[in-house]
């Protein structure tokens, strides 16, 4: 029987972290072995904050130049967690916007979507969760990337 302790095993775990962020990565996976039955297993994610690369068209109203609180208008209208059409994540876990790896995804951006269809999955505790869409329309946004971690309440797509 080993004698490592609990404080030894949060040391370990602080040390990963730091090195997380000193090495810019967004996840770390390691097992650590104590003995034949003692072992502990670590995954470390940093959340990472994905934005839409593709241009949002922003309407302009035309306003005197000292008008200081538009710009800060325009840029609160443009959060999609904030949008009517915007899908949250129901949990926290990771993104597949296709059933398997190389598969079609499930939708994407101009997909015509009916109430309860598919739109992605997200995988929490090794158990694949289908995310339905909330309401029929059309898929406008993907605000996620295959693969990527999504935490609770995270803007998934944008569906009008």
Request: net charge negative; hydrophobic share 40%.
């Given at each position: 029987?080993?004698?490592?302790?609990?404080?030894?095993?949060?040391?370990?775990?602080?040390?990963?972290?730091?090195?997380?962020?000193?090495?810019?990565?967004?996840?770390?996976?390691?097992?650590?072995?104590?003995?034949?039955?003692?072992?502990?297993?670590?995954?470390?994610?940093?959340?990472?904050?994905?934005?839409?690369?593709a241009?949002?068209?922003?309407?302009?109203?035309?306003?005197?130049?000292?008008?200081?609180?538009?710009?800060?208008?325009?840029?609160?209208?443009?959060?999609?967690?904030?949008?009517?059409?915007?899908?949250?994540?129901?949990?926290?876990?990771?993104?597949?916007?296709?059933?398997?790896?190389?598969?079609?995804?499930?939708v994407?951006?101009?997909?015509?979507?009916?109430?309860?269809?598919?739109?992605?999955?997200?995988?929490?505790?090794k158990?694949?969760?289908h995310?339905?869409?909330?309401?029929?329309?059309?898929?406008?946004?993907?605000?996620?990337?295959?693969?990527?971690?999504?935490?609770?309440?995270?803007?998934?797509?944008?569906?009008?």
């Amino acid at each position: 029987m080993s004698k490592h302790t609990h404080d030894d095993d949060v040391a370990f775990i602080q040390a990963l972290a730091e090195l997380l962020n000193k090495n810019e990565l967004t996840e770390l996976s390691v097992m650590r072995e104590y003995g034949e039955d003692d072992s502990l297993e670590v995954r470390v994610v940093k959340q990472v904050q994905v934005i839409s690369a593709a241009p949002q068209p922003v309407s302009y109203a035309a306003a005197p130049a000292a008008s200081g609180p538009a710009p800060a208008a325009i840029v609160a209208s443009e959060d999609p967690a904030g949008h009517p059409g915007a899908v949250p994540s129901p949990m926290v876990g990771t993104v597949y916007l296709s059933a398997e790896p190389g598969a079609d995804p499930f939708v994407t951006v101009g997909s015509q979507v009916k109430e309860g269809q598919t739109l992605l999955i997200i995988e929490a505790m090794k158990t694949m969760n289908h995310i339905a869409a909330p309401r029929a329309g059309t898929v406008k946004r993907i605000l996620v990337e295959n693969g990527t971690p999504a935490e609770y309440g995270t803007p998934l797509m944008i569906v009008e």
